[in-house]
């Protein structure tokens, strides 16, 4: 199954408990916008490609118990997308489906009526979830060429079939050229806190029968040093228009490190994350999370009593390090200002 | 009480057991050279300093089941050395302690027979521990120089009282400042696959009431970027004759990091740690753990069954990103070639 499926009978977004895998494969059963909110938060969905489709079939589901005045409906849709909205504020992608549903629910509402609008959110949220994959896919095709057969490959937290609805981003460019007869090996960098790397991209390599080794974050410099790693890719969260990247919390020092040992650092991502009405990384808002997700490490403390920990979910990676972006209308390289200007002026034109 | 204590009366070595700490006061009691090099294995005992004097004891115990003959008490001496040699490849703390009671084991054996050497063997280890503290405490007076008042400092690993005897080296630093009324906040890695970090240093600061923020590895790099570190400090476990340090994996991250930043990286370390017989960092040797002790944390495991890790315990930094070395005879500066030359024929005159 997919990370997210939505059960139009039963009118219930499933999705694939991430809290608890590798160890257990368990489903979470959303009926309200609210559990959806719920879910997001508590990390049960979680990726920023996920998140956003996620969240559009939050909005769904809010439709069931919207009234049926045109106004009135639009009112409870969007009260229910400002509390989706605001579960994780770093990803964009979140704010760019929830957007475009409302903008769609508010344009059909006043149109044809509030029943017609609910079918055409149910529907606009397949689309979202079926463009996601085929971006991801097409992501793996242009990633392809920066893959030479042999590689090694670093990777940091999960940006996989599990942090979108299917396929992967940074990982959709491993499978690709898994897919296409590579032979190539992956690190796999656990990812502290939350451990994505560990239990979730070690997870989808190994039912892909992709190679690889895991290893704690603060070894990743090591390998590289040791002209062990031929490239880095990962995922992101939101793109400034200058092409600083904001994603997991260790992916700016994975980046150092790649660009202090020559090495490429790609980022793989859909347009839907770029952000151009955020100039730089400086502004882009870095989700802190609690201390006790740092402390605890499944459910065992792992500090003292009393210790406080840190704990942004994010960092920024300045454009400087990011050797190119693999995006689904092909590789975008710098200057940013410009590639990625014009690559969402496309998607713009496309989507119009 | 100190991390390692010598029971004359019971001829036995107490070892505060850091496997257990910050959750279990737990000591470990070692009768036999066998016990100690059990407990340097198993992570007991750890620390450059602290398990270069463990196995000096190491010895003392060997000497009581060793036989009258002199030939067959060094033979005897020696063997056992040798199993404690081998227990970590990396540190050369152990080696120079090893050599320092083989040296008078032999000496004192010969000249004024067996019972005479045992006795000279305890004198020596005893002494080996009085020059640890000491060379702690001179390295955390001169390193106050470094540390500024109001500093944010960030370490990795555990360079404290429980890596060596008492004081800590890297931690004696920051304990320094402290004491002089330095109004200090301290960084903790946490230090993955063993958070000596979390578990440890965080403990030891608590201990000391230094204000403190535990923080994941791959953190470092954020604080770094976002100007909350002010200077980086860390221990060894061996210093090439260039200035490489070897140290726990994640320093050359971090140091890379630093120097990024445009923050001072300092190493603080005995001269017993400084093995000018070895060229560069490339001909230290890096032991390679067990993948287990990756993939489970206290006993749960964190990745799919199946999944391996990797786990070099060590990495190398390169010369060029460090600093200054911090030793019990002065800050030592690039180039290292002739400073640390010239701290060790001072260390050699002085024990001469």
């Given amino acids: 199954m997919r990370t997210l499926e939505f059960d139009a009978q039963r009118h219930a977004l499933r999705l694939l408990d991430q809290t608890r895998l590798p160890h257990e494969t368990v489903y979470v059963t959303c009926n309200t916008a ?4 719920q879910a997001i938060r508590g990390l049960q969905v979680r990726g920023a490609p ?3 489709v996620a969240a559009a079939y939050g909005l769904v589901l809010a439709t069931r118990t919207a009234p049926a005045d045109a106004a009135e409906f639009a009112q409870h849709v969007e ?13 964009v992608n979140l704010q760019w489906a929830l957007d475009r549903m409302l903008a769609r629910a508010r344009a059909v509402a006043q149109r044809d009526g509030t029943e017609a609008a609910r079918s055409a959110l149910e529907q606009l949220a397949h689309t979202l979830a079926e463009e996601d994959v085929a971006a991801n896919r097409r992501m793996g095709a242009f990633g392809l060429d920066l893959v030479p057969d042999g590689a090694n490959v670093l990777t940091h937290c999960n940006a996989g079939a599990l942090a979108t609805v299917d396929y992967g981003t940074a990982l959709g460019v491993v499978r690709a050229a898994h897919e296409a007869g590579r032979h190539i090996h992956v690190y796999v960098d656990e990812t502290r806190p939350f451990l994505q790397g560990a239990r979730l991209t070690a997870w989808e390599l190994q039912q892909l029968g992709v190679p690889m080794t895991l290893i704690t974050d603060n070894m990743a ?6 002209g062990n790693v031929d490239l880095v890719v990962v995922g992101a969260d939101r793109i400034a228009a200058n092409g600083d990247v904001a994603n997991k919390i260790g992916t700016y020092s994975v980046a150092v490190l790649a660009h202090e040992n020559g090495i490429p650092f790609y980022v793989a991502a859909p347009i839907s994350t770029i952000d151009v009405s955020v100039a730089s990384g400086a502004d882009i808002p870095i989700e802190e999370r609690s201390s006790r997700e740092v402390v605890e490490i499944a459910g ?3 500090a003292p009593r009393g210790v406080e920990a840190a704990h942004p979910a ?5 454009a400087r390090y990011v050797t190119a972006i693999v995006t689904e209308r092909g590789v975008l390289r710098a200057p940013y200002e410009r590639s990625l200007a014009d690559a ?3 998607a713009r034109t496309v989507a119009a």
Avoid: K, N, Q, Y
């Fill in 34 to 37: 609210e559990d959806v909110a």
């Fill in 50 to 52: 996920a998140i956003g």
């Fill in 79 to 91: 009260r229910a997308a400002e509390d989706l909205r605001r579960t994780r504020p770093t990803a």
């Fill in 221 to 226: 410099g090591h390998f590289m040093s040791r």
């Fill in 300 to 302: 065992v403390p792992i």
């Fill in 314 to 318: 994010f960092d920024v990676t300045p």
């Fill in 344 to 346: 969402v002026r496309g």
